[in-house]
């Protein structure tokens, strides 16, 4: 029982937080299952047990596909390639500005899911192809996107990645290690609520005040063009 319950522990330090609950419930009540099989007398409470087990993995299941997608349902496939597309100028403005190689800066759009938490939209990335970071899951005000979220101001987060510029613990070992630098600007509504938020990132290391230097080109390029989108998706 130690050993699978130390096993248990090493899964979760590796998985999302909603993923990991679903092992510890795994592990926990099968322990509990597999003491009651043995006694026959016990046999109606191990069915009690393995029932309540299946449906909380359900819930938790279903808990982490909601967390785990931002729906662009409302744009075509036009629609997404001319938001990529000015998220790569956008990318590529910003890496001239910092001197930096384009192919190590990225681009992305973050919206707010169905459980009102932050994610990555994977129809909406410049350079960021099979990362995990797909699945990162921040609530307002935690992180560079989460701070411009709440805020309604542009953000700028410089590595290491601390106090409200950090994420939870378990989506913060899902950002890619080399990123030292990003900024995040938000797309405001008519009504003034953000709807989309533009993060341009890097992996060269730069100053603070040479990455904010690059903040108004970054909204002159996405500001007045994206709202429409957005207001779609």
Same mark, same amino acid.
């Given at each position: 029982?130690?050993?699978?319950?130390?096993?248990?522990?090493?899964?979760?330090?590796?998985?999302?937080?909603?993923? /990991? @609950?679903?092992?510890? !419930?795994?592990?926990? *009540? =099968?322990?509990?299952?597999?003491?009651?099989? %043995?006694?026959?007398? +016990?046999?109606?409470?191990?069915?009690?047990?393995?029932?309540?087990?299946?449906?909380?993995?359900?819930?938790?299941?279903?808990?982490?596909?909601?967390?785990?997608?931002?729906?662009?349902?409302?744009?075509?496939?036009?629609?997404?390639?001319?938001?990529?597309?000015?998220?790569? /100028? @956008?990318?590529?403005? !910003?890496?001239?500005? *910092? =001197?930096?190689?384009?192919?190590?800066?990225? %681009?992305?759009?973050? +919206?707010?899911?169905?459980?009102?938490?932050?994610?990555?939209?994977?129809?909406?990335?410049?350079?960021?192809?099979?990362?995990?970071?797909?699945?990162?899951?921040?609530?307002?005000?935690?992180?560079?996107?989460?701070?411009?979220?709440?805020?309604?101001?542009?953000?700028?987060?410089?590595?290491?990645?601390?106090?409200?510029?950090? *994420?939870?613990?378990?989506?913060?070992?899902?950002?890619?290690?080399?990123?030292?630098?990003?900024?995040?600007?938000?797309?405001?509504?008519?009504?003034?609520?953000?709807?989309?938020?533009?993060?341009?990132?890097?992996?060269?290391?730069?100053?603070?005040?040479?990455?904010?230097?690059?903040?108004?080109?970054?909204?002159?390029?996405?500001?007045?063009?994206?709202?429409?989108?957005?207001?779609?998706?």
């Amino acid at each position: 029982m130690d050993q699978l319950l130390k096993l248990a522990s090493q899964l979760t330090k590796r998985l999302r937080s909603t993923q /990991a @609950a679903i092992v510890l !419930v795994l592990v926990v *009540l =099968g322990l509990i299952a597999i003491q009651l099989a %043995g006694v026959a007398s +016990a046999f109606p409470y191990f069915l009690v047990v393995a029932g309540v087990a299946i449906v909380i993995v359900l819930i938790l299941l279903v808990l982490d596909r909601i967390d785990s997608s931002v729906s662009v349902k409302g744009l075509d496939e036009g629609d997404r390639a001319a938001v990529r597309a000015v998220l790569s /100028a @956008a990318r590529d403005e !910003v890496a001239r500005i *910092l =001197g930096s190689d384009r192919a190590r800066c990225r %681009g992305n759009i973050v +919206a707010e899911n169905r459980l009102r938490r932050l994610q990555i939209s994977r129809d909406l990335m410049v350079n960021m192809d099979g990362v995990g970071e797909w699945q990162i899951s921040m609530r307002p005000g935690r992180g560079s996107a989460g701070v411009a979220w709440s805020t309604r101001q542009p953000h700028v987060a410089i590595h290491p990645f601390e106090g409200t510029d950090g *994420l939870e613990p378990d989506q913060a070992r899902l950002v890619d290690p080399e990123v030292r630098w990003i900024i995040s600007v938000p797309i405001l509504a008519e009504d003034g609520k953000p709807t989309w938020i533009v993060n341009i990132d890097g992996k060269d290391a730069r100053g603070r005040e040479q990455v904010e230097a690059a903040v108004p080109t970054l909204q002159d390029r996405v500001c007045p063009v994206l709202p429409s989108f957005a207001a779609k998706a």
